[in-house]
């Protein structure tokens, strides 16, 4: 539970992404403290649902290996996940490590009901993070992940960082082809979140559809983060020209 001082951070989140709507779900651990939250964007009407507890109650948000639900707020959602094995890394972080699997690209079926209404079916991409560490006192840190297809057709994902678990070789960054990951090269981040630049010349553009942000300010931990989602377009890593392309940014400030 704790390095010296150091609480263990612990968290799965999931990201699913379709042309009908994007959601993210996730839970939280620092030490002995948990959270939970959940966002769902519907595209057509540009509503943005979404909630996250300090204390989370049962069978809100649900998550579990090769599943993902949420309950809350007129929002039905059950999903089922075609987990891969992922892509691992394990990084220095401060005087601690940090170890996450990251998925990207992985089918999701499952079914959506809203406001209670008729569920309807949902095929859609997702995005899996699993991560574990002791991470430094103060983590500032950049991300991105999404799906998409190429100018070729072909199906491709990512996940893309810029200060944790971001070393030269041995990161978490990665664009998967297909099925395939492969890691990319260090990556910048537009302070805006509008651009991710990479060191081989590629640059994938952002623009925002439902803009997110929370701040807390706790006695010992503090977050601030902005987590918009959007659609992407230009180069992914190794010049892959995105066709289209789903996901969501985020700049994350946090004490804990």
């Not at 081989?200 to 010992?220: I, K, P």
Request: proline residues 5%.
């Amino acid at each position: 539970m704790f390095l010296g001082t150091r609480p263990l951070k612990r968290w799965r989140y999931v990201g699913v992404f379709c042309e009908e709507f994007m959601a993210c779900l996730a839970f939280v651990h620092v030490g002995p403290l948990r959270q939970s939250f959940w966002a769902l964007y519907e595209r057509d009407s540009g509503r943005l649902r979404e909630r996250t507890r300090m204390r989370p109650r049962r069978g809100e948000v649900v998550l579990g290996p090769g599943h993902a639900g949420v309950h809350d707020r007129g929002v039905s959602l059950e999903l089922e996940l075609s987990e891969q094995a992922g892509i691992e890394a394990l990084c220095p972080h401060g005087r601690g490590m940090v170890w996450t699997r990251k998925q990207a690209g992985i089918p999701v079926h499952g079914r959506l009901a809203l406001d209670g209404g008729p569920a309807r079916e949902v095929r859609a991409r997702a995005v899996v993070d699993d991560t574990a560490g002791h991470h430094a006192r103060h983590t500032e840190w950049q991300w991105s992940a999404g799906v998409g297809e190429g100018s070729d057709g072909r199906a491709l994902a990512w996940n893309l960082v810029s200060g944790v678990n971001d070393p030269p070789q041995g990161s978490e960054r990665a664009v998967w082809v297909g099925s395939d990951p492969a890691e990319a090269p260090p990556v910048s981040f537009a302070e805006d979140l509008s651009l991710i630049r990479c060191e081989d010349g590629s640059e994938l553009r952002f623009t925002a559809e439902a803009h997110r942000r929370r701040r807390d300010e706790l006695v010992v931990l503090a977050s601030d983060y902005r987590a918009p989602f959007g659609s992407f377009a230009g180069e992914l890593p190794g010049h892959l020209e995105l066709e289209r392309g789903l996901g969501v940014m985020e700049h994350h400030r946090a004490r804990w």
